[in-house]
């Protein structure tokens, strides 16, 4: 009888899946930006590539970019680029990722069980970018609008088995090779042992307000209160881009002209607003990526040795795009497939000397290891 009522009940939850309500959503008047245009003048070419800037947006497909693009306007800084490629994003033991597996295949070049972060099938510790970086003089940085913790962030500077062992993974902070980081929260920071407080503050100038004057500072831990990286629905301003800007600065004014640095940035809650079905949070989200990104190329631009890459770790939602809309007005109308992430493959928008190599359809892992080649110069795996 019990077997049966199991039974019963697995039948149940998956007709209740396949029967699952499309949950859609609108977007009017969406707050327009001006999309920028670069020169392409390095675009594409075989110059040294001295730092990049690695722009995830966590659960951001093709629906997403367009439902970005149409509600601007019909244009966005990323959709000006010329370099495209895709990227698969399966794990190793899933054919749908989360953004923990996805996060360590981008930050280490390695595939990975799903929840892992940083450690490979057998939960055994993998060099990240930035560790592999700092052997050639490479300075990192990383933000997000996530926590510290989140699976994305932590995947460039933890190496635990499951990225819910928030303290684990917070106590690995102070041994990374990061010289920059910024993301959720000063609460979250509250909230950890003392010890591993106490070994965080020795390493870096922590700050819940980023320093006018940083000259001083060697290394600098941004970690605001939780409303301002908070979605914009809970008052977030424009941490992402302002801050994107930040670092960059002061990355590059602490690396030589030889040597460069290497930035992942997360426009984390795209991939959130997109899990609770929230179309027009998920927009803007997106709006407020494109700005970061913008920040970004804007830099590559007048640096002429600086790659930017602009992927995802996996699409959230199945979201699609409603045929009725204006996109003039900034009106558009998404419809939702799935509250979870779905395994179709991400575009990636490449700019920059080294653009070329990321053309063409490829793995989540191998977009890290074109990273760490065209870096270093030696191969990675
Ligand atoms: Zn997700």
Known sequence: MKKISIILAAI????????????????????????YTPSFKYDGSTRKVRNVILLIGDGTGLAQISAGLYSNGGSL??????????????????????????????????KTHNYAVGVDVDDKALDNIPEICQRYGIIS?????????????????????????????????????LTFFAAGSEEQMEGRPQETQDAINKVFTVVSELPEDASGIERLGYL?????????????????????????????????????????????RIDKSCHANEYEPAVREMLDFDQAIEQAIRFAEADGHTLVLISADHET?????????????????????????TP?????????????????????????????WLLTGSTHQ
């Open 344 to 372: 179709i493959p991400v575009p990636i928008f490449a700019y920059g000397p080294g653009a070329q190599y990321f053309r063409g359809i490829q793995e989540n892992s191998e977009v890290a290891q074109k990273i760490l």
């Open 12 to 35: 149940l939850l998956s007709v209740g899946a396949s029967a699952q309500e499309l949950k859609e959503g609108y977007i009017e008047n969406a707050p327009q930006h001006e999309a």
């Open 77 to 110: 800084t990323v959709t000006n680029l010329r370099n495209i490629g895709l990227v698969k994003t399966q794990a190793a033991d899933a054919y749908t990722t989360d953004s923990a597996a996805s996060g360590t295949a981008y930050s280490t070049g390695h």
């Open 141 to 177: 940085g990383i933000i997000s609008t996530d926590n510290l913790n989140g699976a994305t962030p932590a995947c460039f500077f933890a190496h635990q088995p499951n990225r819910g062992m928030t303290d684990e993974i917070w106590a690995d902070l102070p041994a990374s090779s």
């Open 317 to 341: 939602g199945g979201l699609s795009l409603a045929a009725d809309g204006d996109p003039a007005k900034g009106n558009t109308h998404g419809r939702f497939a799935t509250g979870g992430h």
């Open 224 to 268: 605001p209160p939780k409303k301002e990286t908070q979605s914009f629905k809970y008052g977030r301003g424009d941490f992402l881009p302002a801050t994107t800007k930040y670092a960059i600065d002061f990355l590059s004014a602490r690396t030589n002209r030889r040597k460069g640095f290497f930035m992942m940035v997360e426009g984390a």
